[in-house]
């Protein structure tokens, strides 16, 4: 039973690892090819995350392959840490944004979204001035509002009205 959890876990790692190497690139060619603020601001988490999985997937598989327990325990310690991390983050996003709900306008294929219906913590964010430019250099470079322009003309008001758009497309309007 031991030998085929080693195994089992050394193949998931292995794979693991493998998948860091594309991530690993990507923020390396964002560091060198990143044109935009938005990418810009990708490229270091982006590749702290390729070289965190890297080594966490390496000493997996050290630990399940050679049999170093203390590189196992190590490792179940950070996937412990990452599975509370994770559920922290998930919490943080409900309480954030659980007020946002937004409210219905009547005739309207749209909610209409206020700034205070959202947490004090991400009304200060999106005020700063340095975060918004981040942020709307990001959604102009996404192209979010592309499906509103019909052959380069905008639509009629009544159409527009009856649009069903997304938050961030009505927020950027």
Request: glycine residues 6%.
């Given at each position: 039973m031991?030998?085929?959890?080693?195994?089992?876990?050394?193949?998931?790692?292995?794979?693991?690892?493998?998948?860091?190497i594309p991530i690993l690139a990507g923020g390396i060619w964002l560091s060198r090819q990143g044109s935009t603020e938005c990418e810009r601001f990708l490229e270091k988490p982006v590749i702290a995350l390729?070289?965190?999985?890297?080594?966490?997937?390496?000493?997996?598989?050290?630990?399940?392959?050679?049999?170093?327990?203390?590189?196992?325990?190590?490792?179940?310690?950070v996937m412990f840490l990452l599975i509370v991390l994770l559920f922290?983050?998930?919490?943080?996003?409900?309480?954030v944004t659980n007020k946002g709900a937004g409210v219905v306008v009547s005739q309207k294929g749209y909610k209409e979204y206020r700034l205070g219906d959202y947490s004090n913590w991400l009304q200060k964010r999106v005020n700063n001035q340095k975060n918004w430019n981040r942020i709307k250099s990001c959604l102009h470079d996404s192209k979010v509002?592309?499906?509103l322009i019909d052959d380069g003309s905008n639509p009629p008001v009544d159409q527009f009205y009856h649009e069903h758009l997304s938050a961030l497309q009505f927020f950027v309007l």
């Open positions: 031991v030998r085929v959890s080693n195994n089992l876990v050394g193949i998931l790692n292995f794979i693991t690892f493998l998948l860091s390729g070289v965190f999985l890297m080594l966490v997937s390496l000493a997996g598989l050290v630990g399940s392959c050679c049999r170093v327990s203390w590189l196992l325990w190590i490792y179940l310690l922290c983050f998930t919490i943080f996003a409900f309480v509002c592309q499906s």
